[in-house]
């Protein structure tokens, strides 16, 4: 779409922040990035180092997060997922922005693409975890839904996580140790060792597998996301996009169903070449907002909210 008039400068960001009463901001890995987790298609992200170390026999570094070899090969997303489990991680200006606008009743809503939950550890409760998060996990098979602290220890002992009802007590216990791509690939039928596999029938892992309930690719995402989004494309009156290349659907597609009308401000380390911002600050977000704070004459929040 053709750029908005009269809005182009830093100025005109400072002012457009200051007078907007429903704020939209959409988020990616990169707001992150100061808190110690990677974003992912960066010359040093995460897709980068996984297809560097080869360590997980990836054809393409994606397949870490999609739920078809997820469901051949669990034990691969297993044997890597402690790496991006949070922990202790400390919210970064960016998030304390978030969480600035919101204590000023102008947040609209957060979407976020991040499955680090540092937004609620900031304080921030108007978020949408568009890919979900660690918080909850499922079973493949049943659906049954648990709290994530239930299948912890397995991500951090890096076993694969079973469904205590849907799997069989007679099934010999599983190490959880990945298995050869070869051998599953000539079996065709999944990454379990299947010594004791009935060739006729059954899966060739056990049944019930849970999987943080985090969204892979191949996967919906949440009604939440659909409902949120219905409500807040009449409502908002500004939307900032902080730290995201925007190259995943349909988060990437929240732009095309807003009102033309609603400036757009981009604030990123790099360019964005398939949007068409109304104003694009480029460089470390965190350096940009602390920058459009002091202009504001706004102080950031403490790292974590209070009264979490
Ligand atoms: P990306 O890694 O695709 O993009 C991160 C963006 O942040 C890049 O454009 C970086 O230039 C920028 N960036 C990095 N560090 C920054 C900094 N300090 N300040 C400002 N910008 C910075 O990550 P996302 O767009 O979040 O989905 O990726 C979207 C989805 O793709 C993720 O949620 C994940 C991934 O596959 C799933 O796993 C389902
Ligand atoms: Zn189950």
Known sequence: RDKLPNYNTVEDAVRLIRESKRILILTGAGISVSCGIPDFRSRNGLYASLKLQGEYDLDDPQQMFDINYFRENPAVFYSFASRI??????????????????????????????????????????????????????????????????????????????????????????????KSRKKSAKKAKGGWDSEDEDESDGPAYPPGIMKPDITFFGEKLTDNFDHSLAADRSEVDLLLVIGTSLKVSPVADILCHLPHSVPQILINKTPVRHINPDIILLGNSDDIIAHLCNRLGWELPPPKNEAA
């Open 85 to 178: 489990y949070p922990s202790n991680f400390v919210p970064s200006p960016c998030h304390r922005f978030i969480k600035l606008v919101e204590n000023r009743n102008q947040l609209l809503r957060n979407y976020t693409q991040n499955i680090d939950t540092i937004e609620t550890l900031a304080g921030v409760t108007r978020v949408v975890q568009c890919h979900g998060s660690f918080a909850t996990a499922s079973c493949l098979l049943c659906r049954r839904q648990v709290p994530g602290s239930d299948i912890e220890d397995d991500i951090l002992a890096q076993k694969v996580p079973l469904c205590s009802v849907c799997n069989a007590p007679q099934l010999a216990p599983l190490t959880g140790k990945r």
